[in-house]
């Protein structure tokens, strides 16, 4: 998801020019619009100020790029995002779930918070 936040948010702006502004080369900025690398917290931090935008929303985390979620949403997000599938299993109360289920479940669960968040910024 990074990378393609990266991209649409460099615009038309060259590689070149994105990478020397944040002071590396145009080869590792490339690794990171197309996904290869992470870049390191500081860095992150940087792009987000730099095109204006919360470093959750880079990460794919949220749907609008001045949303921030709290630590205990990151926190929960961060868990479910890294957790082994039989503990997913175990969370959701579906023994018998297969993968896909646990994707579908998730993408749900993605889908009420975007909902929620568009019903918050028309208010």
Known sequence: MLGKRLKELRGKRTQEEVARIFGISRARYSHYENDRVQPDNDLLRKMA?????????LLGRVENPKEILTDDEREMYDAVGNMPF?????????????????????????LIKIRRNQIKNRG
């Open 86 to 110: 039989e503990k997913l299993r175990e969370l959701f109360e579906f023994p018998e779930a297969e993968e896909e289920d646990i994707k579908d479940i998730i993408k749900q669960i993605e």
């Open 49 to 57: 100020d730099f095109f204006g935008v919360s470093v959750d929303y």
